[in-house]
């Protein structure tokens, strides 16, 4: 099978193509990503690489030779598009257009599996829409790969993510990655708000294993992928705490920030029954690993590893 990935040197890219590789199909992997990489990191992961935006001609050529594309770029900071709304939606949702669109007109029947994330919207009784211009993006690109799959039978397969986390979240602005990095490093942790929002933390390993199935069997629809289990922050900050014996985690409380849902759990009941998404590694465990990469990290010191 042909894959070509974008956002291949993202956290989910590099983690989906170390978990490829150990299956044995990392030898069909091409990956695509505009940001810098780090070779040593890379070596073997992919049989060809494009340095460059999605939607450049050459990288929209690979797409539309691919037996599948999993669509992992976007811009996936809710404050940066607080600050550029122009900038998110034409990244996440206008360029998601054209790739979706070229396959349209070249390559129609391309299996497509596009990350979404399940901040969406809110969750609750009352539901709501997205709370900000990034969620409001990854929906449009949504509501377009649903239209495609409508009108011409695209095979599109559209996953909402909960929070992911774990090793080469190097660049993720995510609360897991931020607080490993500031417990090892001594510096306090900052809490916007009261500590008692909660979200479904997943790890990254999870989330690979359903995106292979989903590659091997074609699947199609849309899907929520998460643990089902709520966790506040103040949670997360206690069990930091006891990963982290003998080091003093201090917690700084800052105003709420404008855009992140208050609470959000997936909801994955489809996904368990037609998908037959089972997750294995329990947050507890999920955090020590992702420590004791972060603690690797940290002693290597590789400069490229660290930067957000």
């Not at 070596?43 to 050529?61: I, K, N, P, Q, Y």
């Amino acid at each position: 099978m042909r894959v070509v990935m974008t956002g291949a040197r993202g956290f989910i890219g590099l983690n989906l193509a170390h978990h490829l590789r150990a299956a044995g199909r990392g030898a069909a992997l091409t990956g695509v990503d505009r940001h810098r990489g780090a070779p040593e990191a890379e070596r073997g992961l992919f049989a060809a690489f494009h340095s460059g935006c999605f939607t450049d001609a050459a990288a929209l050529e690979l797409a539309a030779d691919a037996d599948a594309v999993v669509h992992l770029a976007a811009d996936v900071s809710v404050q940066e598009s607080l600050a550029d709304p122009l900038a998110t939606f034409e990244n996440n949702a206008m360029r998601s257009l054209r790739l979706l669109d070229h396959l349209r007109r070249h390559a129609p029947q391309t299996h497509v599996i596009f990350a979404s994330t399940g901040g969406v919207a809110a969750d609750g009784p009352d539901g709501g829409g997205p709370t900000s211009p990034y969620a409001a993006s990854k929906l449009a690109a949504e509501a377009l790969l649903a239209a495609y799959a409508h009108a011409w039978g695209l095979p599109v397969l559209t996953l909402r993510l909960a929070n992911v986390y774990g090793p080469f979240s190097h660049r993720s602005d995510g609360v897991i990655p931020r607080f490993c990095r500031r417990v090892l490093e001594g510096k306090p942790l900052r809490l916007n708000g009261d500590g008692r929002q909660t979200r479904d933390f997943i790890h990254v390993e999870d989330i690979c294993q359903a995106i292979a199935g989903a590659l091997e069997t074609r699947a199609v629809g849309h899907y929520q992928l998460g643990t089902g289990v709520a966790t506040s922050l103040n949670e997360l900050v206690q069990m930091l705490r006891h990963l982290a014996p003998g080091r003093r985690v201090e917690v700084v409380h800052g105003p709420g920030l404008a855009g992140e849902l208050r609470d959000h759990c997936a909801d994955t009941a489809r996904a368990r029954r037609e998908l037959g998404f089972s997750p294995r590694i329990g947050l507890r465990e999920g955090l020590r690993c992702t420590l004791d990469w972060y603690r690797q990290e940290l002693a290597g010191g590789e400069p490229w590893r660290l930067t957000a």
